[in-house]
Nanobody, 115 residues
Framework: QVQLVESGGGLVQPGGSLRLSCAAS????????MGWYRQAPGKQRELVAN???????NYQDAVKGRFTISRDIAKKTVYLQMNSLKPEDTAVYYC?????????WGQGTEDTVSS
């Protein structure tokens, strides 16, 4: 069982930045891949970025160059640094942990980009 606790969401103006954190209850080395997904109102949940156990990263085209996924192994935490935010980035952001046996989700954190 993996528990994920997200933090760092909120309201920000266009062009601003936010950093999301996802703290896992187990060593993130035991997790094959961790990632961030988002779901905007009326839309399906979509992958934003993920990072593998080996440190390889993958990004959705719409966020490349603006968002950065990283991790702190000692803190068992994965981060999503979001810069140059746009109104279309408004969504509930979910942390995800894929152990290859099960997939676990955080509770979600709401991010609103608006002036």
């Amino acid at each position: 069982q993996v528990q994920l606790v997200e933090s760092g969401g909120g309201l920000v103006q266009p062009g601003g930045s936010l950093r999301l954190s996802c703290a896992a209850s187990v060593s993130i080395f035991s997790i094959a891949r961790m990632g961030w997904y988002r779901q905007a109102p009326g839309k399906q949940r979509e992958l934003v970025a993920n990072i593998t156990r080996g440190g390889s990263t993958n990004y959705q085209d719409a966020v490349k160059g603006r968002f950065t996924i990283s991790r702190d192994i000692a803190k068992k935490t994965v981060y999503l640094q979001m810069n140059s935010l746009k109104p279309e980035d408004t969504a509930v952001y979910y942390c995800c942990a894929d152990t290859r046996i099960n997939v676990y989700w955080g509770q979600g954190t709401e991010d609103t980009v608006s002036s």
